[in-house]
């Protein structure tokens, strides 16, 4: 089930990381790569200046708000050195305290029309293009200059990436504040403007490919330009903007893709969102459909590979691929001007990764416990650990080494299996022999081979079990005394008697895989072996017969009866045996 699933998990992320991307769920991870990663600076125009209403502005005229008349002679000053536009980033939305200060102000304003000052729209909704109401400067400002609304619109995390450049106020169009000046500039320059080429999105908004962050552009102090402490010159058929350039003025600083620790002020804003525009080359986001056939892409890549392949290869292709989508998504920025979700396809990619080796584990877990389970059928739950964890060197030859051997058979078989049809013959071994493999691993032995209605055990092989001729003699009782209810039971529904015939020996034996390189069979040989085998064969029904090495080894654990010497075929010398009556369990 865990492998299917690793082939199934990659689809599952592909599927759910469409819709992330569809519906910008995760937006956190492409911000921080177009940020550090795509956003890079590049030469601010000279032909915009910003003049700052700065520290020392406030030290040489006093505390803001200052009186209206230094900003009248401020626009004068720069009507005089013959700038394309002004931008004045300051709200004059009502009278102030002194009506004379603010007829310098119209008056200043009447004597240019390349003025634009700031207003303030209400919108309906944080992302609408619908305002509510729109707050011109005050009426008589308002008639003698052109006006452009201040609002701003950051991303959800602070940052300022995107400009809002025009919403609708009842049946009319109201533009931003840059917007406004640089339309003012190409009327003034007498060139063609391109606003209707820029790239809008569903909110109205566009990126802002910043040129610099804060202090990039040309900056002078408003102070400076009223005292004409400026190079005349530089400001001919320049865009001025004004602005607060120090904290306290009522601009609020905000932190962008270039500058997200030190923040950049509105006006800086403004002069990259007029470059922007004046290049006339606008990042726009990729369409819908292009991230998702990029996703789609990678992740038929990932769904053939991933799950196929081993964690080396796995981790090298997910590097791979990880660079090629950073490597294009930093090539469509930089020669196709588009940003493409990279960071939902990155993240889509280490979940495939990770997820698929968490998978890949779990699936190795849930082999490894099949075969324990599987091999645990025929050995101690012990053996197998041993085996599996690498205690035994799984390779063709052997060791010799003292174990002790268990034969067990059932007497009366023949007989049985000649008076009944297979299927029961089949049904009443499965029962004999169910139990001897239970009794030999509850004693931690090894259950070497089934030989028809026979089993062969093996005790202290391959792993070390230091009272092995014990716990072999103690699985041969606990036979013994569990074929009582079976043989009973047998001897009922059949009219046969079927005991078993146990044999047990201890001695060195040859220990190890028997067999060829493509088939090998772990199992003891040997005289040992051959013993118990004859052992066992000497046993009459329900009688365990111990070799007298066994019987040394437990005699403080078992009653026995002594039975004499056996003669054995092929052996010059005869074997003390017993019969088992009884053993401390």
Not at 300 to 306: D, H, P, Q
Not at 400 to 419: C, Y
Not at 505 to 526: K, L, P, Q
Request: proline fraction near 4%; glycine fraction near 8%.
């Amino acid at each position: 089930m865990i492998k299917k699933l690793k082939y199934l998990f990659p689809v599952v992320m592909l599927i759910l990381f469409g819709l992330i991307q569809y519906f910008s769920l995760i937006p956190i991870i492409d911000t921080l790569i177009h940020d550090d990663f795509l956003a890079s600076e590049r030469k601010p125009m000279d032909n915009i200046i910003i003049v700052g209403m700065d520290e020392t502005s406030i030290r040489e005229i006093g505390t803001y708000p200052w009186p209206r008349f230094y900003m009248a002679d401020a626009i004068l000053r720069l009507t005089e050195m013959d700038v394309a536009a002004i931008g004045i980033s300051v709200w004059y939305d009502s009278h102030g305290a002194i009506e004379e200060h603010d007829n310098r102000l119209v008056e200043a304003a009447k004597n240019t029309e390349r003025l634009v000052l700031g207003a303030s729209a209400y919108l309906s909704d944080s992302r609408s293009f619908v305002a509510e109401e729109y707050i011109l400067p005050f009426h008589e400002l308002a008639e003698v200059s052109t006006a452009g609304f201040m609002n701003v619109l950051p991303d959800s995390d602070g940052v300022m990436r995107h400009a809002l450049t025009s919403v609708r106020y009842g049946d009319i169009t109201i533009h931003s504040l840059p917007l406004e000046v640089y339309r003012t500039y190409t009327r003034t320059m007498g060139i063609e403007d391109n606003i209707h080429s820029i790239p809008l999105d569903n909110h109205g908004l566009f990126p802002i490919n910043y040129a610099g962050g804060p202090e990039s552009f040309t900056r002078f102090s408003l102070w400076d330009v009223l005292n004409e402490q400026v190079p005349r010159a530089m400001f001919k058929d320049a865009i001025v903007l004004i602005g607060p350039y120090a904290q306290g003025i009522g601009d609020r600083a905000f932190p962008t893709p270039l500058s997200r620790q030190t923040p950049t002020y509105g006006v800086e804003i403004n002069a990259n969102i007029i470059q922007n525009i004046l290049e006339g080359r606008f990042k726009q986001d990729a369409a819908w459909w292009l991230n998702l056939s990029i996703l789609l892409f990678t992740g038929l890549i990932v769904i053939i590979f991933i799950p196929r392949l081993k964690p080396l290869p796995s981790l090298i292709l997910t590097v791979i691929l990880n660079a090629a989508v950073l490597g294009g998504a930093k090539l469509a920025y930089e020669q196709f001007d588009i940003i493409f979700k990279a960071g939902d396809i990155i993240v889509f990619l280490i979940f495939c990764f990770v997820g698929s080796l968490a998978l890949g584990i779990l699936a190795a877990r849930q082999e490894k416990n099949h075969i324990h389970g599987l091999f645990g059928r025929f050995v101690a739950p012990e053996v197998v650990s041993e085996l599996m964890s690498g205690g035994v060197d799984i390779k063709l030859g052997g060791i010799e080494k003292e174990i002790t051997v268990l034969f067990v058979d059932i007497r009366g078989f023949t007989a049985f299996s000649e008076a009944n049809p297979p299927e029961k013959v089949v049904s009443m071994v499965n029962r004999y022999l169910a139990l001897t493999s239970s009794s030999i691993q509850e004693q931690g032995g090894t259950l070497d081979k089934y030989i028809g209605d026979a089993t062969m055990a093996v005790f202290n092989a391959p792993n070390d079990l230091p009272d092995h001729a014990l716990r072999a003699v103690r699985s041969a009782w606990i036979m013994k005394e569990g074929a009582v209810a079976l043989q009973e039971e047998i001897l009922r529904d059949y009219g046969v008697d079927l005991q078993f015939g146990i044999g047990v020996n201890t001695g060195i034996a040859v220990v190890g895989n028997m067999g060829s390189d493509f088939r090998m069979d772990y199992t003891a040989i040997g005289d040992t072996v051959n013993t118990a085998a004859r052992l066992e064969s000497n046993a009459t029904k329900g009688q365990v017969i111990l070799s007298d090495s066994t019987y040394q080894l437990v005699k403080d654990h078992v009653q026995v009866e002594d039975m004499g010497i056996l003669n054995v075929k092929n052996k010059q010398v005869g074997i003390q045996i017993y019969n088992l009556l009884g053993v401390t369990i």
